[in-house]
């Protein structure tokens, strides 16, 4: 939708839903200065043609399509983020406090269906939990930031398909997020400021002091004025409500000066007077949500709500997610001239990809080749010495194994001759006891008769 479609859409839009004059005749006279400020030639009609229901048309098809509007809620825990929805949309929306126990940062997205008048709004609102929990808060941004990423990166691949149906899309990407700021009246703490400066490219950031109750009027102003000079010192940058539409820049100008709004949340009524209000009672005294000498949330409501509610939605579109989608793109390639200022066509950019692509594949393909090649030829090396460790190892044993016998067959030679002596020397001594013997008998024999003849 080109933008001056879009600001006519808004003007008519806030005529009819937040009841602002709005003169016909000035935005046809401008339409027409524009298109002949272009080079058109201005034509007058001679009678009327109908086309002065464009803004009409406009607005009946975006009512009986409905809106949506996606917050992301960042804050440390307990810092009244649920009850500010809740106070902002005059609701009750989730019924249980978050766990607090959680080793990360998680996210939580509820979805609602709201009906004010006969306009429909999705409202989906996102909550930060276990956000500022845990001992090391370095990494607390980091899911938060994959969050809205995600939600780009899902309506950029609607759009990139063949067949796209982006008018019944439901639409997540984040068009504003409230960032909590803790009351303590001192400074921005660092995870504060770290997760600002990492959100700030990629959504509109409006701070907001929380549970502004807690702190006094006098420090309230030093602690705003603070917080102003480090967003500012520390390049962060927060939404600006847009001056740009004369129906509104007064207002909205107004309203940056007060940037970061204290609020305070209740669903409490309570009887001031004649009227039930929203408020928060103490010992001495009350605190009326709605009292702007109280705090800043009606200011708040205005200008999130009433009359930036689809600037806030343009923004996220036009600049954030454009910006996703121009470094996603050209991380991919995709480039609108090529180097001699020329258009590129998405043919000749899908082919010279292509090419890149197949090109690469080729070169990784070679390497895992020579990879192979490399770690076959290694292997092959390995086991020829494993081989040759062997043989030496089988030659060594083998020698060993030879000498071994050799020594025991000596041995057994030896061993041998020695019984073989022995045996000889073992028969020559039997035969000696035996000669012995024979001798011995004959002379004993000779003794006998000789003593029987004396008797
Ligand atoms: P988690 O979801 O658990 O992180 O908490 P939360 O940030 O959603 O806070 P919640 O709205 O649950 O409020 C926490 C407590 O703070 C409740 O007791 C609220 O009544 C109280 N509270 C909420 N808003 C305010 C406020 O503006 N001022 C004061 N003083 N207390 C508030
Ligand atoms: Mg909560």
Redesign the pocket.
């Known amino acids: 939708m080109n933008s001056p479609l879009v600001s006519l859409l808004r003007l008519v839009l806030c005529s009819f839903l937040f009841r602002v004059p709005i003169k016909r005749e000035t935005m046809a006279a401008t339409e027409i200065a524009r298109q002949a400020g272009e080079g058109a030639r201005a034509v007058p009609l001679a009678g009327h043609v109908g086309f002065d229901s464009m803004p009409d048309q406009l607005v009946n098809k975006s009512v009986s399509h409905g809106f949506c509007f996606n917050i992301l809620c960042v ?1 440390e ?8 929805m809740d106070t902002l949309f005059n609701t009750k929306f989730e019924g249980e ?2 766990q ?1 126990n959680q080793p990360g940062v998680q996210l939580k997205s509820n979805t609602y269906e709201l009906q004010e008048s006969n306009v429909r709004l999705k409202l989906n609102v996102v ?1 930060t939990v276990g956000f500022g929990d845990q001992i090391n808060k370095e990494d607390s941004y980091k899911p938060i930031v994959e969050f809205i990423d995600t939600q780009f990166e899902a309506y950029l691949q609607e759009e990139l398909k063949i067949k796209r149906t982006l008018h019944s899309y439901h639409d997540t990407r984040i068009h504003t997020c409230l960032y909590f700021i803790s009351p303590t009246g001192h400074s921005l703490k660092s995870l504060d400021l770290v997760t600002m400066k990492k959100l700030d490219s990629k959504v509109n950031i409006i701070p907001i002091i ?5 702190i006094s009027k006098s420090e309230l102003t030093k602690f705003k004025i603070k917080i102003t000079s480090e967003l500012v010192s520390n390049g962060v940058q927060i939404y600006q409500f847009p001056t740009d539409d004369e129906t509104v820049a007064e207002i909205n100008s107004t309203m940056n000066g007060h940037l970061p709004f204290a ?4 669903t409490e009524e309570v009887k001031i007077g004649n009227k039930m209000v929203r408020a ?1 009672q103490y010992p001495w005294g009350t605190v009326q949500v709605e009292n702007e000498n109280h705090c800043d949330f009606v200011k708040l409501r205005e200008m999130l709500i009433r009359v930036n509610m689809e600037d806030l939605r343009e923004q996220t579109h036009t600049r954030h997610y454009e910006l996703y989608r121009r470094c996603k793109l050209e991380e991919m390639g995709f480039k609108d001239t090529d180097p001699d200022s020329k258009p590129f066509s998405l043919q000749e950019t899908y082919e010279a990809k292509r090419n890149e692509f197949m090109g690469e594949l080729q070169k990784k393909e070679e390497e895992m080749r020579q990879m192979f090649v490399q770690r076959v030829k290694e292997k092959e090396a390995e086991l020829k010495e494993a081989e040759k460790e062997l043989h030496e190892k089988f030659d060594r044993l083998k020698k060993l194994h030879q000498d071994e016998k050799k020594k025991l067959e000596d041995k057994k030679k030896s061993l041998d001759d020695e019984l073989n002596t022995f045996k000889q020397k073992k028969t020559a001594a039997e035969l000696l006891q035996s000669q012995a013997q024979q001798a011995g008998g004959s002379t004993t024999l000779k003794r006998d008769k000789e003593r029987k003849n004396f008797f």
């Open positions: 804050g825990t307990g810092l009244g983020k649920s009850t500010l406090p978050m607090h909550n929380a549970k502004s109750d807690a609020v305070v949340g209740s928060r």
